[in-house]
């Protein structure tokens, strides 16, 4: 049966680091890879890509270079929560959760009978199509029921006026902090404000109620430091998302550009 390494991790308590994937591109993916991250956040909400041939082959290079795929859909929709899964996906994080009734949503749609409603395919990647002699379906559901995660996004004012309803619902894996979207919900028109004193607040709240659940905290770290990755892992950040591909290409480009195209334009030969 396939393995869930990031849930792995979070089972035996420690933290887990990965990376974004806004571009799309496999090769971007492997290095992620090969350089010893623990998983890529493969976003289909803010891209062009989505639940098509194209993603379950991005899931399949994750496999290939031993680190879990986790995606990002652009809804709470049944069928995109359940085809993630059967391209092999390790978790499904749905934005925007607002209620409980949200998140049971979700429960639905991530787990088979009895625990939830999942709609059944056998001839699918994560089955790996039923091709092993000894392929055991019961068991196939079981494991699937056991190891496929669920990551409720925490990104609007409205959770936090649900949040004690919404941590009661069973089958919650992690929970994402969308600090930028909390902070515009709020009129805090700037990136990755978590240490503005009203969206700390909101934070602190969510990591102290989902601590005492024994639920993980997922957040993309801003600035990339340590000191910022051990701060966070230190509040319930158990799975740490260290930007983007796009955004880390980004910054070494001008980093580049300032230290050395800009000062050798300065030079006469």
Request: with cysteine; net charge negative; aromatic share 8%.
């Amino acid at each position: 049966m396939r393995i869930n390494k990031l849930k792995q991790l979070m089972d035996e308590g420690k933290a887990a680091a990965g990376m974004g994937l806004f571009s799309g591109d496999p090769v971007f993916l492997e290095i992620i890879g090969h350089c010893g991250l623990d998983f890529v956040f493969i976003d289909t909400e803010h891209t062009p890509f989505g639940q098509d041939r194209d993603l379950e082959n991005l899931i399949r290079a994750a496999d290939a270079v031993g680190i879990s795929a986790v995606v990002r859909i652009a809804h709470n929709d049944e069928v995109a929560i359940r085809k993630c899964f059967e391209f092999g996906a390790a978790a499904v994080a749905v934005p925007h959760i607002k209620t409980a009734k949200d998140v049971r949503k979700m429960v639905e749609a991530v787990k088979f009978p009895p625990m939830g409603k999942r709609g059944v395919a056998s001839d699918v990647r994560a089955s790996n199509y039923c091709a092993a002699e000894d392929f055991d379906w019961a068991e196939y559901i079981r494991h699937s029921n056991e190891n496929t995660m669920l990551i409720p996004m925490c990104e609007d004012p409205e959770f936090f006026d649900n949040i004690d309803e919404i941590l009661e619902v069973p089958g919650i894996s992690a929970i994402l902090f969308g600090s930028t979207d909390l902070s515009m919900a709020m009129g805090i028109q700037k990136l990755y404000q978590i240490d503005n004193p009203q969206i700390r607040q909101k934070f602190e709240i969510l990591s102290q109620k989902a601590g005492e659940k024994g639920i993980p905290l997922v957040c993309t770290i801003a600035p990339l430091t340590f000191e910022k990755a051990w701060e966070m892992a230190k509040q319930g950040v158990r799975i740490l998302i260290l930007k983007n591909d796009i955004s880390n290409f980004k910054n070494m480009v001008q980093e580049l550009a300032a230290n050395i195209v800009k000062p050798l334009r300065q030079q006469k030969f």
